[in-house]
């Protein structure tokens, strides 16, 4: 066994290394993933929270927070090496809505991502979850 894993790390990387070149050096950059609560003020005091967010990889619970308007759930990552690094988000608006999106998937994440001081921008708003690689132009990318 021990012999199996001292030949399949170098395989793995080489093979790593052929064939996504463009990752290289994505897999040094610490991402920083933020998820805004946008939400609209609707039979909810101020303040109080009216979603609850949970983001989680395989590897890592970010932890299930209630989140009042206005607040932002941040949490950090890099690339591991086959890049296959996934962190999906519960997000439950209180009473009304539920979805399960990915909030970085390292593949379709890495170089967007890289725009804006590392950052994938999220904002959950009364029709969907928006993204943002810019911090100023918004796309519905999960509409609920
Ligand atoms: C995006 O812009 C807003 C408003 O200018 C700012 O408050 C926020 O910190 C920015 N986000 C990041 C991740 O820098």
């Known amino acids: 066994m021990a012999n199996i894993k001292g030949i399949a790390l170098p395989l793995l990387l080489a093979f790593s290394v052929v064939h996504f070149p463009i990752a290289e050096s994505a897999w040094l950059i610490h991402y920083h993933i933020h998820v805004r609560n946008d939400l609209p003020l609707i039979n909810t005091p101020p303040g109080r929270p009216n979603l609850f967010l949970h983001c989680k990889s395989k ?86």
């Open 59 to 144: 590897d890592k619970d970010v932890g299930d927070r209630p989140m009042a308007i206005g607040q932002d759930y941040t949490w950090d990552t890099m690339i591991n090496l086959l890049q296959t690094t996934l962190f999906f988000c519960n997000a439950r608006w209180t009473g009304r809505k539920r979805i399960t999106f990915n909030a970085f998937e390292a593949m379709r994440d890495e170089t967007r991502c890289m725009k804006y001081r590392n950052s994938c921008m999220w904002s959950v708003r009364r029709d969907g979850i928006y993204f943002s690689g810019d911090n100023s132009t918004w796309k519905n990318e999960y509409p609920w």
